[in-house]
Each structure stands twice: as C-alpha cells, then as structure tokens.
C-alpha cells in the first residue's frame, strides 16, 4: 500500500484549496442572480402582478404590454440556458477535470471529488457503469504520468539544462515521448446523480497498482486528469423489470456499482425490489463507507446489508448466500470485487445452484 496516502493520517478530511477566481470586478452579492429562482422567475411574477395592477388602477391597456415582453424575455433566457449547457463527459473523447477534494476512509482508501464543468451540472452516471481515466506507462521502467510533456517542453528542458554548468552537473536524458504508451483505469462513481457541480470515485490504493499509488501521491491543488464515459453493458431499467430480488456480491472496492444500484433504486423510490448486499472484507478496518451502509440498512426495509470480514481463504461461503435467496428464478446475482473474489463467487453459485454462469443473465458480473 501507499505510505503517501496517510501523510495526513486516517481519517483525516484533506481540503484542496481551490484556486482564486477573478470575479471581473462584480460583486459576490449579485451572483444570487444568477440561481433562476431569484434572477428570473422572482422579477418575473413581479413585474407581470405589477403591469395588471397598473392596469386595474389606471385602466391604461398599455400597462399590459409589459406582459409579453416578460413572458417572451423569461422564454430567451430559457432557451439560452438550454443551449449553454453542455455534458462535459462523453465516450468519444477525453474530457480534463480537477481534483476538488480528499476524504480518506480507510487504510488504503479514499474518496476523490473532481469539478465538473459548471456548479449546475450533474454527471448522470448509469447506474453500474463506470468512467474512465487516462494515463500512460512508460514501457521499460514503468512510470506513470497523468499527462505527456509536450515537445516544446522537452526541448525548452533540455536547453535549459545545458545553459546550467554542463561541466559540473550532469543532465537529465530527454524524455522520449515514444516509450509511453496510454493506459486506462475503470472507476464507478459514487456520488448521487443529482450532485450538482461535482462528481466523487472510491479509489483504493493497490499495493501493487501503480496506478491507484500514482493518484495516492498526487492528490494535490490543481491536479488534473483526462476522463471519457460512461462505460458498462448493466441495464438497470431491464434488470429491475425482470428480477424482484438482488444479492449482491461484493468484495473490497467491487461496492461501488453496487452503491450505485442502491442510490438509484433509493432516489427512484423503486417499489417491488428487495437487495441483499453481502459485502467481504478481510477485517472490520477494511470495510469502506460502513456508516453510510448502516444508515441505509436502518432507513430502507427493502435493503439488508450484511458483513462478512475473516482473515481465512474464500471469505464468503455458500452459507451466507442461501438463506438470501427465496425464490431462485427471480433473484440476479450481482458480483463485482478483484479477479480472485469474483472467480470464487461464480464457482460457489456454479456449484450450488447448478447455474451456468457463463452468458447467463441471471448473473452479472460488473
């Protein structure tokens, strides 16, 4: 694991200081108008109520010409405000957000917000689908880098370097931008499609991942980094249609898309849908948002989540499946953890419920 992720130490909130805007001169009390309510529909019901006054106590029709021209201004707001907003993320190409903030969760884990485009957008992430982040791995030391240096960078470095007493201090070799090659990793989002502004990833840290240590260590003011979504083949309508009842499988990270069934069905206020979420850990420290789960254990009756944390081989047994599911044609497993926890999830389901888990919809595996 990353020593560099506990700098701060556990469970520590980390703040990133946002960079100063320039607000063009204009007061921050004026900014209010900017929210709809109080820039537009407000003035708007005023100056409407106040023309048919005018018109009732005068009796002057030219009062209400004001009317219109209301109706008609609020309208071009309107279809400005439809045509300004944009989706910063899309599967074509790649789009750059900033790092926001740090929660650290846990040991090895920690919650990162990234800026959106606007503070009244929303990602709209599907539910078990997930975005992806750009790097690149250098091909023989295996160094990773958010973002290439570009060309003219590397030669105004190397220029540098010769003007700085070539005879005492050797120089760095130039980067050869040929040797990365570009890498990608798959996080699902765990904020609430309704968050506006801003969009959160559970990412932990992999002792071996270079990658997730990559983003540990350089978690920093004004960090950067390039995503493209939404990528995933779950459909949640269907899957709701067709299946009464879902166990979910997860272990370790592998709870993110499941907490992201779980807020949709929550803010969807789905009837007719019951979920049991066994969720495996090795030891109680590593369970990740257990108070969230707790809180939505005790708040929905139609969601039960149980813990399973033992140090032994496999985790999770049959037993813990059995007693969850009641009628078998209507249950879909859902499973989603590292290679060796869903291998050993589908060999249980395999074995005991005789289900052909290959191509099998019954089972989906995230």
Sequence with gaps: MSELIFENGEEEKLRVPEAEEDNGGVDKGMEILNNPIHGMYIPSI????GSIIMYLVTSYKRCLVFIPMTIFIVLYRFFLAINKKKVSLNFDTWSRFELDDKFIISRDSCIYTFKLGSEDETLNCPPGSSVAIQ???????????????????????????????????ETQPPIDISKYK????????????????????LIKSNPNGKFSKKIASNSYKGLQLNFKGFIGTYDHNKSILDYSKFVMLAGGSGLTPMLQVISKIIEDKTKGVDIEL???????????????????????????????????????SFVDIKD???????????????????????????????????????????
């Design 46 to 49: 005023l100056m409407i109520c």
């Design 135 to 169: 790097a690149f791995e250098h091909e023989e030391t295996g160094e990773i880098l958010f973002e290439l240096p570009k060309e003219k960078d590397v030669e105004e470095k190397e220029e540098s370097e010769e003007d700085d007493d070539a005879e005492e201090k």
């Design 182 to 201: 570009e890498i990608c990793r798959f996080y699902n989002p765990i904020s609430s499609s309704t968050t506006k502004g801003t969009f959160d990833l």
């Design 278 to 316: 066994i969720y495996s850990n090795k030891t109680k420290k590593d369970i990740l948002l257990k108070n969230e789960l707790d809180e939505i254990n005790d708040s929905q009756e139609s969601i039960n989540v149980t813990y399973i944390t033992d140090d032994d081989e496999g985790l999770l």
């Design 324 to 366: 969850k599911v009641e009628d078998l044609e209507n249950t879909r497993f859902l499973i989603c953890g590292n290679q060796a926890f869903r291998d050993h999830a589908l060999d249980l389901l395999s074995k005991n419920y005789e289900i052909d888990t290959k191509g099998n919809k019954q089972v989906f595996v995230f």
